[in-house]
């Protein structure tokens, strides 16, 4: 084998490496945005929706773990009840996770068993009248 033809064989196998190049680039980038990018960009919308929608009753723990409940929510701070009598202000942004209260937990459930009671309710009406007919 000549010196040329040694030449040639490694300038072709040097061109299809510099194609492949920048499909791998383009490769692991889409990777990065789908498993990296994109789940980050939803949590971040979620927090900021969650954050923007506090009220007064809603549990929640602070980012340095404080547990407590909204007293008070204003435009860019919240008071957080700790304790009896004791409350502190905190940044909205300083809010780590809401949890619903007690109170709208229950009157959810209620609300929901007596949907259902209701339409079984008219199921049996319906079929008493057809039982009638």
């Not at 994109?38 to 949590?43: D, H, V």
């Amino acid at each position: 084998m000549s010196f040329i033809q040694l030449l040639l064989q490694n300038a072709a196998a040097a061109q299809g490496n510099a194609l492949m190049m920048p499909v791998t680039l383009v490769l692991i980038i889409v990777i990065f945005y789908f498993f990296m990018i994109r789940p980050e960009n939803k949590k971040r919308k979620e927090t900021e929706k969650m954050i923007a929608a506090l009220k007064k009753g809603d549990k929640v723990v602070t980012i340095g773990g404080i547990h407590g409940v909204v007293s008070q929510a204003k435009e860019k701070t919240v008071i957080v009840k700790v304790d009896d009598g004791t409350k502190i202000e905190f940044n909205r942004s300083a809010i780590a996770t809401v949890e619903l209260s007690k109170k709208n937990d229950e009157s959810k459930e209620v609300k929901a068993e007596k949907n259902d009671k209701a339409e079984k309710d008219e199921n049996k009406t319906e079929q008493v009248e057809d039982v009638q007919k």
